[in-house]
């Protein structure tokens, strides 16, 4: 449905693409994940025609953005990272004018209806956009990329300052769209686009670092787990004699103490559970565990893990 | 494009600028008007028209300075260029909304000019020679106004600057009798917007000055759009 070659961009001097290669199925929800300034939005405005790309391809359902420019977009329903509001409009108007400038053939009454339930706004469609709160405008947004019913919707950074109920409707709503729709979902946070996505492309410096099903980067974050264990005892004699165990990468204090006890960020060798060994280690020279917990990685871990992992695999190849 | 010029009329009248606009323009007029005309003794006209090209100056700034650096402060132009609409009819849209109230507020303000036949005959070819002009000038200024607000996101700057290029446009002919240079003295004859008027004071229609009235609005219009499609490709 989507297919992206070779993309560049390159602002003055400074390169914000550096090559984006991807494809999206169609009916595939697809997260594209990465830090603030990663090329993220770049990539998104070059695919829906706001912005050219230096070299490279972009279309959508087999159609170039740059050679059909009008018929590639039709095809895009676009949630920009800020949402394109007309601050003087009432929803119904805004709705209106954006069906009028995608030239909208359906039922007009019958399909702004439609939309107006499915993001749950009906009830402020007589009110002024400019007076509506942060999550209601967030749904005007997308009310806005829905309209015309366009195969491909593309939502950039849908839920930042929004508060939890609303980030959990949000996400339902996209879980729902899904359903009918192909979607491109950009964010910067691991756990969202975990939770909505099939697949999950990762950008770092204009360049893709990952391209993973969902379940197989989950299991990448999870085997080889990062823990934070509360010991008493010596801190730099539990580190020394934790380090030294099998599978153990890394064992820090992380400087903070609770009690008597000191706190130890402690990383496993992925596919090792060191936590039965780590207890009966830490027995034997009677310094008590008092508490361990797994840490989830965030995106960073994952990062470096990935870039780790990149570079392990082409020292293997060298050698 | 419809969809837009409809949008952008809308604006003008659910914000207090559209009315300001046309309560000054039609304040300012009549005063003027009313001070050349019934307070000298007079029911010529032109004087009073050549004098409104200078309220045009300070007021079409007004109109046009929101059109295109608002939509990109706001970042809702995103929504008009990644939709199946073609930049020129967005710009083209935009200038025929400002350009309609701008005709608007004129053509209301000439009703002033009917209550002057109780005080004599009037000039017909002579006065439609002049408001044709006007309208004519007022749309070249329009143009200039859009180019200008596509320029940047800061709507006083939008304003400014055209009310300085405006002010250029319309001292072009002093400055050029002053000048010496050949190529400086072409290029502001070039951009003389006042020069032109004259003919049309004299109810003559001088198709050339039209044509060249015509030309002055495509040719910042396709300005405007460049400077879109520039944007996009930078």
Known sequence: MIQINNLMKIYGNTPALEGISFKVEKGEIVGFLGPNGAGKSTTLNILTGYLSSTSGSASVGGIDIYEFPDEAKKLIGYLPEQPPLYQDMKVSEYLNFVYEIKKCRLNRKKHLEEIMQVTKIHDVKNRLIGNLSKGYKQRVGIAQALVGNPPVIILDEPTVGLDPKQIIEIRNLIRNLGRTHTVILSSHILSEVQSVCDRIVIISEGRIVADEKTENLTRMTEDGSDYIAKICGPSREVAKTVREMNGVIFADPTGEREGDAYLFRIRSESGVDIRKPLFNLLAENGWPLVGLESVSLNLEDVFVRITDSDSRARARRKA | ?234
Not at chain 2, 64 to 79: G, I, V, W, Y
Not at chain 2, 202 to 226: H, M, N, P
Request: glycine letters at 4%; charged letters at 10%.
């Open chain 2, 1 to 234: 494009m419809f969809a837009v010029y409809k949008k952008e009329l809308r604006s003008y009248f659910t914000t207090p600028l559209g009315y300001i606009f046309c309560a000054v323009y039609l304040a300012v007029s009549g005063f003027m008007l009313s001070l050349f005309t019934v307070h000298s003794g007079s029911v010529d006209v032109s004087s009073y028209f050549s004098l409104m090209i200078y309220l045009n100056i300070i007021l079409i700034p007004i109109i046009t300075m929101k059109s295109f650096a608002e939509e990109r402060k706001l970042k809702t132009e995103q929504l008009l260029v990644t939709s199946p609409v073609s930049v020129s009819s967005v710009v083209t849209a935009k200038f025929l909304a400002s350009y309609t109230i701008y005709a608007l507020s004129l053509l209301v303000s000439c009703l002033y000019i009917l209550g002057l036949q109780s005080y004599g005959t009037i000039n017909a070819p002579k006065t439609y020679g002049c408001i044709f002009a006007m309208l004519l000038v007022g749309m070249s200024f329009v143009a200039v106004g859009i180019f200008i607000s596509s320029l940047t996101e800061n709507i006083v700057t939008a304003a400014v600057g055209t009310m300085g290029t405006l002010l250029l446009m319309a001292f072009a002919s002093v400055l050029n009798s002053r000048i010496d240079i050949y190529i400086v003295r072409q290029i502001l004859s070039w951009v003389s917007v006042y020069s032109r008027y004259q003919y049309f004071t004299y109810g003559l229609f001088d198709v050339s000055a039209a044509l060249y009235y015509v030309s002055i609005t495509v040719v910042f219009l396709f300005l405007a759009v460049r400077v879109h499609d520039r944007r996009r490709w930078a």
